[in-house]
Structures are given as C-alpha cells and as structure tokens.
C-alpha cells in the first residue's frame, strides 16, 4: 500500500490522540505479544506455572509438527508462527495462525523471498508482534520485507526495504523483530538509500502502524561492523520516552521513542550487539559477548546511569563484569538477580547491584535463545535439543525437569526462546511446536505500564514532518504536517502556521503543507517546515511513469539520478577510454562490493528491462553483472562464465542457470522480462547477446515460478570484483 493509497487512511487514524497516548499499549496480562513478552524484558507475571512435564505426555497440552527457529507470539486465543515451508526449491515463509486451546491451524500467509543472501536454511529468523490495540500482526522477512496483517490474515500494507531504501541482507540470516509501540511499528535494518541515507548503514525506523508511512529514520552509527537482531525495548528515562536497542557498530543506543533523536550511545564491542538490554529504574542492563572496547577479554556484563546524555564513556558504567559471554541470549531479572546464558549454555546469575557473578550452570554446549522468568522460574531450550525448568536462587539453582527433545541420538534443536500466556509455556524446536500446561484464558486488553507517564510537554524544540518519506508521480500531491515536540519528545501539536519550502527538489509546497509535484520529470530533496528558529523536513522522491531510458551521453556529474536507491557511492557516470560514456561500477576489494540500484516504484510489474554491459579483467578477476526485474535478477557471471535467473538469490535450488562464455572488454545486450500467468505462475525469460548483432529470436534462460514475486522495482546488478559499464538501460512495458 503505498502513499496515494494511505492518505484517506491517515485522515481518519487520530494522529494527535495517537502520539499523546504513546506511552501506553494496551496488551492482555496473560498476553506474549512480542519476542521478548508484554514488558519486553522476558518476564512474565503469571503463577502456578509447570514445573514439570514430559514430551511423552506428562502436562503436555499438544505438539505440532511445525518448527522455526523463531519464537512464537500470543494475543487472546490466537498463536502467530513465522515458519519455513516448502523444500528448498520452493522455500517461503509463512505466517501460520494457530487455534491457542488445540495448535489447529486457523490460517496462514505464505510470502516468496528475494533479493536476499540469506539462505533457506535461515529463513522465518524473526518473531511477529502483534498490536494489542487492532490484533493486527506485523511481520518482518529475511527479505527486509515488513508486512502488516489483519487479525483474519488478510494482508492489509506491506514496505519493501530492498526496493525502497536499498536494505541489505546477509548469508548468517540477522533480522530484527518489530516491536509495537503506540502509534509506531520499530526495527532496524542495513541498508544504503538516497539523498542524506547516501552511506552504508545501520538505520532505525519508525513505521505507523495504521498506514505504514515513515515517521522517522534514525542514524545514531557511525561505523558498521556486522548485521545484528538486537530487538529494542521501550521505557522511560528521567521524563523521556526511550528506545533502547544494541547496534551493529558495537554499541548500545538510546533513542527519544516519538522523534528517534539521539539521547546517548556507548560503544562495548568490537562486533555487533545480537541481544537485547533491561531498562529498570533508570538504569540499563547490557550485555554482550564479544571482545570488549577497552580490553581483550571477552564478554560484558554491566549496569549503566541511562540518565546520561551523548557520547558516554567507562565513568557512565555502574559497575561491569567481564568474562562472561552471553553473545546471543538477551537477560533476564528478578528484584535481586540478572540471569542471562552464555554461548556455551551456561546460565549464571548477577547481582543487580554489584555486578558480582553468584554462581553458573552447564546445561549444555551450544546456546542461542533466551531465558524466560516467571513463576520464580527459569525456562531455558538449549541448541543440544535440552529443554529445562530451573529454580533460581542467591546461592545456587535447582533443576525442577530436564527433557530431550526428539531423542538423544537425534535430538530437535531449540533455537527460539520461550513463551508463556495464559498459564502455557510454549517451546519451539526446528522441528515442532509444544505447548506445556493446562491454559488458563483470560482476558486481553489490560493497560501495559510504561514506567511512568510523559511530563507535560515543555517549548518546542523539534519539528518532525509527516509523513517523512513520499514516492510520487509528477502531477500527484501530499499533504504533510509538521509535528512539534519539546526537548524530551513529549508531542505537543501540530503546527499549522509552519513556513514551507523546498529543496533540491522541483514542484512546490503551499502554506499549508501540500506539496504538488511537477507535470514532468523525475527528481527527488526534501520539503522543508520551519517554525520560529527550528525546523524539519520530509524526504521527497518523484519518478516519471515508464518507459525511461539513459544512455548518459548528456551526464554533467559522476554522480546518478538523485532518485535512484542504492547508487551513491557505488555506481557513477564517467566517460572510458575505449567505451564512452557509460554507468560504471568501479573495482572494490571490500565485503561491500557486490551493488543493486533500484531505479523507481516498488509496486511495478509487467515491464521489461534492457542493458549494453561491459566487464574488464583485473587481476585475473571477472566482475558480475546483471539486471532486476520485479525482483527477478539476471546475472552474468565473469569468472563462471555463465547466466543465471534468481528469484531469491542466495536459494541455489531455486536458480535456473546455463553456461555462457562472453569477452571481456566487450559490449553485451541484457534482457530481463517477467510475465504472470493465468495459472498465478510467472514466466521469467532472460536474453544475452553481443551488443554488436541483431537480437536474437530465442530466450537464453527461462524459469516459470510457482511462488512467483507479484511486483518490484526495475534495477541493476552488479559486483565490482572487477570493473563493470553499463549504457543504453532501457525500462518499458511489456508488449
């Protein structure tokens, strides 16, 4: 659903009363709405829980066969699993609604996979959230695609990050989970887009939960070691609604929730942060398990003053304890203890005050969930397939049960946490799903506390516009608002005698926020609102309808179409001895090589794409090169010396693929064309010949879909192992 098709939803969602009431969701108590629970921190208040059972039966409500390697969520008597399914030729994930009292499927949603390098195998890596105030669920794919469903399964908006801000996926399969909070769905999320999102980077989102607009991106990283599925959490700091969230740049920030400023950041690793902190009473619990900044020694665990601001260093630490390597499991707390497990399935318990280590079990050797609390227990799945129910003490811990599931000799791995709701605990394998206990429904809608109320709003001190990113045709209008917020976030209206302009952008932008797009032309700046001495502005993209056609003869700069996502730093216009002047994708030795552009819409079908492409040898290295087409890519490999058709590129079993020898220092036609068939099945065909010759009648490659992509934005490929042109790239409806 993109933004022409919003705008009568956004009238009617209540903005003001929305932002006013954001520090309070509504969730059931007996509700698990999201990874980490109703709180976000792993806890559960509910009692009288199991404190044994057996996979052979003993206080096992049902299994079913159907496993992830993410956690599952609860809201009223309905359960939501992200989960593979189909073999590897034809993977997907699913979102499947389960019956809460029996594990009988009510429905489910499949969704096709693309443009990603995460392979099968790590696919369904996040949980869904659920909203507890629509039962609307939200769901996030290893393809960077975040969808927005109906409580019945129909898909009510989706966003596609790879199309529209350039996101980037890896092989190790790191994807955050969303979280709800008041009006906003928030991840995070690596991607290189246009305009100022022109580097390589970690970036938090704040998506409305209603339409899916953008509220907010925030950039607080200013370096990128490695994807990560940090999930934030959200409470108050000192009067300030805050998200806190582990970055991909080794460091822990705290975010203002409704504007996505910076309120601090403390680097603790030298990797990515993979869990989650606990916010309690002003201060953040993090942890991690990698080398520390300040030391060799690996791991951390640390309480920090969360009531500082900006850059922190060591003196903001209340205590740290070191040695301990919780890299993957996110912590958990009673009123006296942090327990949390290291990668080696050792749990060990903290004192909340001084950090001192109390005691640690071995449960096993391979550990990637986290721990759940309740009950003055602790539920603990470890990847050797052990499942355990642990009383946790000052001085000690006692195994109340210890289950294998599967068997010993084949046992089911446990990669997800656990969940309780409504006297259940639910254990997921990769292999299956258990519910354990007899439930105890109850009802959904109570208030969740937020720690403390916002103050009363102050002077403002920030204008944020909404809706802050806009994808336009010429001629078509938005109307944005500017929103006023004081220096701790609070919202306190919006403003209607804001000063409009506009910049780096054609069109204009009227007294009362409504920016209208020229008749003609593509472009891409930003809208500016001002008030008094302060302002903001709304990102702004216009793109032509089709066809479009480049042959950058007429380029004044080396730099792209300012419109196109994916391109700065990565490919530019420049003129080659020996080829004219063409697109160029330079050589690059760094992990970042491998580049995709996207050129327009991310809702377009029914089109086909044409490229002259070029590659040299370098080093003895051939770069790739290849088009995309409504998802589909089309590549040709220099050192394979052959064609391949992905429609997920990091699915091998997926991938059609002949041989095709082809010179380098020598210009190729490409072709990429995608037609859906009247069976739901699409037709991919591809063509390469020298650029020199008449095209030739016959398809090179071909692949018919069953799961076909339904749409996508036109785009290149490429990976500059080597340098590699392009020109004379053409987009235009299919005939």
Known sequence: MYLALRQSVLRRAGLAAALVAGAITVTGAADWPEWRGPSRDGHSTETNLPGKWSPKGENLAWRIPIGSRSSPVVFGNRIYLNTPTGDPANTQERLVALDAETGKIVWER????????????????????????????????????????APDGKVLWNRSLPDEYGAVTTHGGRTTSPIIEG??????????????????????????????????????QTRHYDTNYSTPIVGTIDGTRALLVGGTDGAYHALKLNTGERLWSLDVSKRAILNSPLLRDNVAYLTHGEENMDTT???????????????????????????????????????????????????????????????EKTLGTLQKGSPVLADGKLYVGTENGKFYILRPSATGVEVLDEDVLGTPQAPEVIVASPIIADGRVYVTSMDALYAIGKRRPSASGAARGSGAEPAAPAAPAVVQVFPYESLLTPGQTVSLKARLFDAKGNFIREEPAAQWTVEQLTGAVDAKGT?????????????????????????????????????????????????????????????IEGAGKVLMRPRDDTVGRRSKVFFGQPNLSGYTVEADVRGREQRRQRG?????????????????????????????????????????????????????????????????????????????????????????????YADGISDVYFDNLKVYKSQ
């Open 110 to 149: 499949r969704f096709s996979l693309y443009l990603s390098d995460v392979p099968q195998h790590r696919s369904s890596w996040a949980s869904p959230s659920v909203d507890p105030e629509t039962g609307n669920i939200y769901l996030f794919t290893v393809a960077a695609q975040l969808v927005c469903l």
């Open 624 to 716: 790739d090169v290849g088009l995309i087409n409504e998802r589909y890519g089309l590549v040709l490999f220099g050192n394979g010396q052959k064609l391949e058709l992905h429609p997920w590129q990091a699915a091998d079993e997926m991938t059609a693929r002949v041989p095709f020898i082809w010179d380098a220092e020598k210009w190729y036609r490409m072709k990429l064309r995608v037609d859906h068939l009247a069976d739901g099945s699409a037709r991919v065909r591809g063509k390469v010949w020298p650029a020199a010759e008449a095209e030739p009648a016959a398809w090179t490659i071909e692949k018919i879909d069953k799961i076909p992509h339904q749409m996508g934005s036109p785009g290149i």
């Open 515 to 575: 920016y209208t797009a020229s008749p003609a032309g593509s472009t891409a700046g930003v809208v500016k609102a001002t008030v008094g001495a302060i302002s903001g502005t709304a990102r702004v993209r216009v793109i032509e309808p089709l066809p479009w056609a480049w042959d950058f003869e007429a380029a004044v700069a080396e730099a792209p179409p300012t419109w196109w996502t994916g391109a700065p730093g990565k490919v530019f216009q420049r003129t």
């Open 297 to 359: 020694e690996m791991g951390m665990i640390a309480a920090v003053d969360a009531t500082r601001s900006g850059l922190l260093t060591t003196d903001a630490f209340t205590w740290r304890t070191r040695g301990f390597l919780p890299t993957f499991a996110s912590p958990v707390a009673d009123a006296e203890r942090l327990y949390t497990v290291d990668n080696s399935a050792i749990v060990g318990a903290f004192d909340l005050k001084t950090g001192a280590k109390l005691w």
């Open 183 to 220: 009006d906003k769905v928030i991840l995070n999320a690596l991607i290189l887009a246009w305009g100022d999102l022109n580097r390589t980077g970690n970036r938090y989102f704040a998506f409305d939960k209603k339409t899916g607009q953008t509220i907010w991106i925030a950039s607080p």
